[in-house]
């Protein structure tokens, strides 16, 4: 089912037009349907808890990174989500979305000592650790504090994710995770440490994967390093795969999520049958761009048409600022005009540029269009790495948020002024 859709001749985002947002809220704005959100999240819940499957051995840990209105966070919350940051400054953000620190993980290669104190004071579920010195770091901190750490090692399975090189992550030559091979010795480590309880295992491969051969595949390698621990008599609890489902972003066919977790538990059910006497083991699931990606639009407004010897340019108020992913990824995202038909405007191809002095500044190329001045667009599947991405390069105010519930529109984010966005800065006395 689509959110965004025309409802006679009007682009929607689901009851409401998008005509009347831009007038309402200006432009370039995002746009976020609550409906798809809430859909999203329950392809994973729903698989979770399919064939009567416990609902406390199974966490859905919503990747932060993704989409971090407080908002989007508040959704997923009272859906039941738990939280994937990689940062403090995430932690921060799901407290204040009314979020429990039970149920957050925390990833990422650089936690500082702050991070894991702050981390350590709301005594997150475990720290996904990416290397032996943050192990020891960790140990520190939370002997300094008289606790103890719960953690899961991040393991890199070394498969190919067959995605762009930018977010392919489980490959050995990357910076993130410990080499498969030096996997055991690292929880031989973390075991005899004092303030660490080895809890877990997990792997994050890449983003963007359409198909769920190469996540089966770094299961079956994490499930040989569990028996491994088990044998040295290091039990674990946990085990997380991280996140990466695809989207349809043109014509993409991505593995459907509940297809994906049926075969997974199926999987790891064996595996418990066959040597743990049934004994379920956790799991957990980190995914991002599957849950958000497709719950939003940005919407934008046409300033100038410029039509050239070799190429025609759509100038609109959005930029690579607002939406970085044509620019860092060549990132492909369609575009539909909010009208589904300006009868006053032929047909031409474009390439959509913003208004910032790069060339790099586009956000489609070659698209055909029967536009005018004025006229407003909708960048489709601009939910996930969107807005969290977004900067303040030309000092431009990023965009405004909203989320659409039916026929109600609620103002998530106000727009940026930009004399707030010098108001940190000082002149020389
Ligand atoms: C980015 C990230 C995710 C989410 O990835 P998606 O492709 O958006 O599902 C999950 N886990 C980690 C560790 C990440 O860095």
């Known amino acids: 089912m689509s959110y965004f859709s025309y409802q006679n001749g009007n682009l929607h985002a689901e009851n409401t037009p998008l005509s009347t947002i831009a007038q309402q809220f200006g432009t370039p704005t995002y746009v976020y349907s609550k409906a798809a959100l809430a859909d999203h999240f329950s392809a994973y819940a729903d698989a979770c808890t399919a064939g009567g499957r416990d609902p406390a051995n199974t966490l859905v840990c919503y990747s932060v990174k993704s989409n971090s209105n407080l908002a989007v966070l508040q959704v997923l919350n009272q859906l039941g989500s738990g939280f994937d940051i990689v940062s403090g400054g995430e932690l921060l953000r799901v407290l204040a979305a009314g ?51 719960a953690i899961s090692l991040r393991v890199n399975p070394n498969v190919d994710a067959k995605t762009h090189p930018y977010i392919s992550t489980g490959l050995k030559d990357n910076k993130f995770g410990v080499a498969y091979e030096d996997a055991l010795a690292c929880y031989r480590t973390a075991a005899k440490l004092p303030n ?46 991280g996140g990466g489902i695809g989207i349809t972003y043109d014509d993409e066919k991505p593995v459907a999520v509940g297809a994906y977790l ?139 948020e909203v989320m659409v519930d039916g026929d109600q529109v609620h103002l998530i984010r106000k727009r940026e002024e930009p004399i707030a966005l010098f108001a940190l800065e000082s002149l020389l006395p």
């Not at 149920?103 to 981390?119: C, H, N, P, Q, Y």
């Not at 190469?214 to 946990?238: G, N, R, T, Y």
């Not at 070799?310 to 992913?325: E, H, P, T, W, Y």
């Open 196 to 241: 660490i309880d080895v809890t877990g295992i997990d792997c994050h491969i890449g983003s963007q994967l359409l198909d769920d051969t190469p996540l089966l595949e770094a299961l079956d390698k994490v499930i040989e390093l569990i028996d491994q621990l088990a044998s040295e008599d290091i039990h674990l609890h946990h085990l997380d795969i």
């Open 99 to 149: 979020g429990d620190p039970h149920k957050v993980i925390f990833s990422g290669v650089g936690k500082t000592r702050d991070e894991m104190r702050l981390a350590l004071s709301h005594d997150i579920l475990c720290f996904n650790v990416e290397s032996i010195p943050e192990l020891h770091r960790l140990n520190e901190v939370a002997g300094e504090m008289g606790k103890r750490a």
């Open 262 to 400: 049926g075969r997974l538990f199926a999987r790891i059910d064996a595996w418990r049958n066959e040597k743990y006497q049934g004994v379920p083991l956790k799991v957990m699931f980190e995914p991002g761009r599957s849950i958000v990606g497709n719950a939003g639009i940005l919407l934008t407004e046409i300033q100038y048409l410029k039509y050239g010897v070799s190429k025609n340019f759509a100038v609109v108020d959005a930029a690579m600022n607002d939406l970085m992913r044509p620019a860092m990824y060549e990132a492909w995202h369609g575009v539909q005009t909010v009208s589904q038909q300006n009868p006053d405007a032929s047909s031409h191809t474009y390439d959509v540029v913003g208004p910032i002095c790069e060339s790099g500044d586009w956000l489609a190329r070659a698209r055909e269009l029967a536009v005018a001045e004025g006229d407003l667009l909708a960048f489709q599947s601009a939910g996930a790495y969107g807005m969290t991405m977004a900067s303040n390069y030309n000092t431009r105010g990023r965009a405004a």
